[in-house]
């Protein structure tokens, strides 16, 4: 099979022939039929992620077709097209019969602790706790993202958070978490207010669904809270219900939690080098809720499937751009370039290299 692969980290990775891959006796093969370009890859390709290894193949968000399965695998037959969380459980510890296989402490995620969907084939453990199969009328550019971006946001929104129809949510950082999380939120009938230092981010955020925005250039994380308050001010003048940093940054942190309504809910989402300071007297005296919201099992997903399937949800309407495998390389590249950049998803159509 085709494949991008890291031989070194920070340094462009090169697209190569390699072995197939051969399903284990509890997984399967998938033929990739798209995979998306996510800042977690690149995160694996800088060697931030402690359970990457090189050579390495990256990628884990993806939709394809099972090619081939191990003798154990019951519930999903050869040519079933599927979707799978990035986080995969092992389907026998108590988190995963209780269908929270997000947070399994023998967890299997494709692109970190084995080789990922840039590549034509890539191999799924523990099949028949992980797979999710999805309809075959939608396109591949509306379940590309449902493997990460829209999982995670959709979890730490409907399921974490417990947002529902009418409230308010603040999204800090408009980037393809950020906007997937205001999809969403406008999905089940919420209010949304996207915070941002890019222009052109908050533009694509009003089109996906943002009621109001927030320019945070030059603003501190005080300032910027109170912006975001006087947002909601005619509807909810002492905060808001639910903010998300997707983002990632001390100064996003603490204005998120600086916007909150008594009883307000934060969403963790964006990964941080360090540890964050947070305003804990604040969260005693208001009861504010800390959540963290780590990709999401596929017990959760049919909630999030039929969203998409009644088109009140559209995963794809983020997509920016489509390359072939052989363009993957440099788009990786391309996330050290805020020039390069565009507001929006990128996915790598795998049928362009067949």
């Known amino acids: 099979m085709r494949a991008v692969v890291i031989e070194e980290f ?46 390495h193949v990256p990628g884990h968000e993806l939709v394809g077709r099972v090619a081939s399965a191990g003798p154990e695998v019951a519930g ?11 986080v995969c459980g092992c389907g026998t510890c108590r988190w995963c019969r209780s269908g929270q296989a997000q ?33 075959e009328e939608l396109p591949a550019a509306a379940v590309v993202g449902l493997g990460c971006r829209f999982a995670t946001a959709f979890h730490g929104l409907r399921v974490r958070a417990e947002l529902t129809a009418g409230e308010t949510v603040a999204v800090f950082g408009c980037g393809g978490v950020g906007l997937s999380a205001i999809m969403i939120a406008r ?32 603003l501190g994380p005080h300032e910027l809270a109170a912006e975001v308050v006087a947002q909601f001010a005619d509807d909810c003048p002492d905060g808001v219900a639910v903010t998300v940093d997707a983002l990632g940054r001390q100064d996003t942190i603490t204005s998120a939690i600086a916007s909150l309504a008594p009883l307000g809910r934060h969403v963790q ?36 499937v039929d969203l998409v399937t009644a088109g009140d949800l559209r995963p794809q309407d983020l997509v920016a751009d489509v390359i072939g495998l052989d363009e993957a390389p440099q788009a990786m590249l391309d996330m050290d370039d805020p020039s390069r950049q565009s507001a929006g998803m990128t996915i790598i159509d795998l049928r362009r290299c067949r």
């Open 10 to 55: 920070s340094t462009p990775p090169v697209v190569r022939d390699l072995p197939a891959p051969v399903a284990p006796e509890h997984g399967v093969v998938l033929d990739v039929e798209a995979t998306g370009v996510c800042r977690s890859d690149h995160h694996a390709w800088s060697g931030h992620d402690s359970t990457v290894s090189l050579p």
């Open 76 to 86: 999903f037959p050869i040519g079933q097209r599927v979707t799978v969380p990035f």
């Open 103 to 135: 947070v399994c402490p023998d967890q299997t995620q494709p692109g970190f602790t084995h080789f990922g969907s840039w590549a034509d084939q890539v191999v799924i453990h523990h099949a028949d706790a992980n797979l999710v199969a999805v309809p």
């Open 187 to 218: 999905a089940v009938g919420a209010q949304v207010i996207a915070v941002d230092v890019s222009q052109p981010a908050l533009a694509r955020a009003r089109e996906l669904g943002a009621s109001r925005t927030v320019d945070a250039r030059d």
């Open 269 to 304: 989402i964006g990964l941080l080098d360090g540890e964050p300071v947070v305003d804990v007297p604040r969260v005693i005296a208001r009861e504010l809720s800390i959540l963290g919201s780590h990709g999401m099992a596929a017990a959760e997903y049919p909630e999030l």
